[in-house]
């Protein structure tokens, strides 16, 4: 059974940081792209970034290019969200998720944490 588990969320000032980190099981997760998706109230969920397994290559969706930051440990079997900058509309609820394949920059990933809530204020 696939398990995606996000952790570090809470609240943070305006200018802040936090880093999400998301343990995976049940997979080999050293072959699997992983990304990072948000969701505020009453709004959809959105694409953040994510990060291939082959080579680890990243994408950011541009509100958050030179701000946040995605790593990978394959030897944990964790991903990162490094959030640095923080702004209030950073606010939402935060969804790691896993894919076979290449393509990264997708909303058809096959595997979904819970997610951890993020609060920004100002």
């Known amino acids: 059974q696939v398990q995606l588990v996000e952790s570090g969320g809470g609240l943070v000032q305006a200018g802040g940081s936090l880093r999400l980190s998301c343990a995976a099981s049940g997979l080999t997760f050293s072959t699997n792209t992983m990304g990072w998706f948000r969701q505020a109230l009453g709004k959809e969920r959105e694409f953040v970034g994510g990060i291939r397994w082959t080579d680890s290559y990243t994408y950011y969706t541009d509100s958050v290019k030179g701000r946040f930051t995605i790593s990978r440990d394959n030897a944990k079997n964790t991903v990162y969200l490094q959030m640095n900058s923080l702004k209030p509309e950073d606010t939402g609820v935060y969804y790691c998720?896993?894919?076979?394949?290449?393509?990264?920059?997708?909303?058809?990933?096959?595997?979904w944490g819970q997610g951890t809530q993020v609060t920004v204020s100002s």
């Open positions: 998720a896993a894919r076979k394949g290449v393509v990264v920059v997708t909303m058809n990933y096959d595997y």
